[in-house]
Nanobody, 122 residues
Framework: QVQLVESGGGLVQPGGSLRLSCTAS????????MAWYRQAPGKQREVVGS????????NYVDSVKGRFTISRDNAKNTVYLQMNSLKPEDTAVYYC???????????????WGQGTQVTVSS
């Protein structure tokens, strides 16, 4: 069983930055690939990006490439999402997830955090 807790959300102006954190309880964090998802009002949850268990492979959705960076610290059981050059369309609830890679495709387990709100507005 893995429990995930996100933090770091808030209100930021367009062009600003935020860093989200997701800390996992339980054992074997380093055995899981991890991902960040987001869900905007009235829209389906979408994957933002994912990182392999060792951190050597990271993937992003096209809309955040060059602006967002996912990293992890297995010693701290934590995965991060650094968000720069934020846009109003980045406004959403952001969730972290534990999963695995099936070949090159990230596949989520049913381990989700409670989410953290990110609002980009002037």
């Amino acid at each position: 069983q893995v429990q995930l807790v996100e933090s770091g959300g808030g209100l930021v102006q367009p062009g600003g930055s935020l860093r989200l954190s997701c800390t996992a309880s339980g054992n074997f964090f380093s055995h899981y690939a991890m991902a960040w998802y987001r869900q905007a009002p009235g829209k389906q949850r979408e994957v933002v990006g994912s990182i392999s268990d060792g951190g050597g492979s990271v993937n992003y959705v096209d809309s955040v490439k060059g602006r967002f960076t996912i990293s992890r610290d297995n010693a701290k059981n934590t995965v991060y999402l650094q968000m720069n050059s934020l846009k109003p369309e980045d406004t959403a609830v952001y969730y972290c997830n534990a999963g695995y890679y099936l070949r090159t495709n990230y596949t989520p387990y049913n381990y989700w955090g409670q989410g953290t709100q990110v609002t980009v507005s002037s």
